[in-house]
């Protein structure tokens, strides 16, 4: 499976991005798509992840009530839409991908594929 991360930019705070990550391939029953996301000088660190079935999501607590997650199985696409974006935002972010069909893993060891990334920087 490759993917592909895009749609960073340089935005100022209180602003909008949304980050698109497509699938080389259907990866639909059992998969987890994830982001996560990484500061200069930080580990990375989880940010959302849906699952392609049924679209449970799971939202690291930095993000929740301003981030959401969602797909598009027709395009083999998963969403990353930021909202209220913070200078604590600006990162590198990765997508990542996972079969994981009973649960949603929020580690970085526990993803299997992963996308090259695409900057978010947010100015004050």
């Known amino acids: 499976v490759q993917l592909q991360a895009s749609g960073g930019g340089l935005v100022q705070a209180g602003g909008s991005l949304r980050l698109s990550c497509a699938a080389s391939?259907?990866?639909?029953?059992?998969?987890?798509m994830g982001w996560f996301r990484q500061a200069p000088g930080k580990e990375r660190e989880f940010v959302a992840a849906?699952?392609?079935?049924?679209?449970?999501?799971y939202y690291a607590d930095s993000v929740k009530g301003r981030f959401t997650i969602s797909r598009d199985n027709a395009k083999n696409t998963v969403y990353l839409q930021m909202s209220s974006l913070k200078p604590g935002d600006t990162a590198l972010y990765y997508c990542?991908?996972?079969?994981?069909?009973?649960?949603?893993?929020?580690?970085?060891?526990?993803?299997?594929?992963w996308g090259q990334g695409t900057q978010v920087t947010v100015s004050s």
């Open positions: 849906i699952k392609w079935s049924g679209g449970m999501t």
């Open positions: 391939e259907r990866t639909f029953i059992g998969y987890v």
């Open positions: 990542a991908s996972k079969l994981s069909p009973w649960t949603i893993p929020t580690t970085e060891a526990s993803y299997d594929y």
